[in-house]
């Protein structure tokens, strides 16, 4: 993904609102399960054991369907510290990390996961939705660090839409 596009999603939403809506890249977002995008980061690290922290160059612009709970919580100062790190590698925006404040709380397949939402963007979803309701969430993986034998996965909700009607 261009870094340019890891700029401009955020201020599409503070400057013009609905006007930028139609410029987010939703087709560079291809369909994975959440499930396949952790997969792929086991797959990065590889085998080894020593490694602390996966900080992903490749952000696998996806789009998930998920179900949300309705449950949110800040962000840990862990993670804000690795959003930090992973953004001074790879964006050009030393403002990205203080677009993530809160995490919200979804399940795919029966599994929880806890993912920060742009602050943008998490109002919109709160009030657009309601818990245990389907949505189709725009994200892009950071990477993840180790915490004892377990990985803390990043991924970053960029945006989301109400699934279309089949």
Do not use: H
Request: aromatic share 12%; charged share 25%; glycine share 6%.
């Amino acid at each position: 993904m261009k870094k340019w596009r890891l700029r401009a999603a955020p201020l599409c939403f503070v400057l013009t609102g609905l006007l930028c809506a139609q410029t987010f890249p939703w087709k560079d977002f291809k369909p994975r399960t959440l499930k396949e995008i952790i997969q792929q980061n086991i797959e990065a690290v590889g085998a080894s054991t020593s490694t602390r922290v996966f900080l992903a160059k490749d952000t696998l612009p996806s789009r998930v369907g998920v179900t949300y709970v309705g449950l949110s919580r800040p962000i840990s100062a862990e993670k804000q510290d690795f959003i930090a790190q992973w953004s001074r590698s790879y964006t050009a925006d030393s403002n990205y990390t203080t677009l993530y404040e809160t995490e919200l709380l979804f399940v795919q397949d029966g599994k929880e996961y806890w993912l920060p939402v742009q602050k943008q963007v998490s109002p919109y979803l709160e009030k657009e939705l309601s818990k245990g309701q389907s949505v189709d969430l725009y994200l892009i993986r950071a990477g993840g660090r180790r915490a004892g034998d377990q990985w803390d996965w990043v991924l970053l909700v960029e945006e989301f839409q109400k699934p279309k009607p089949k």
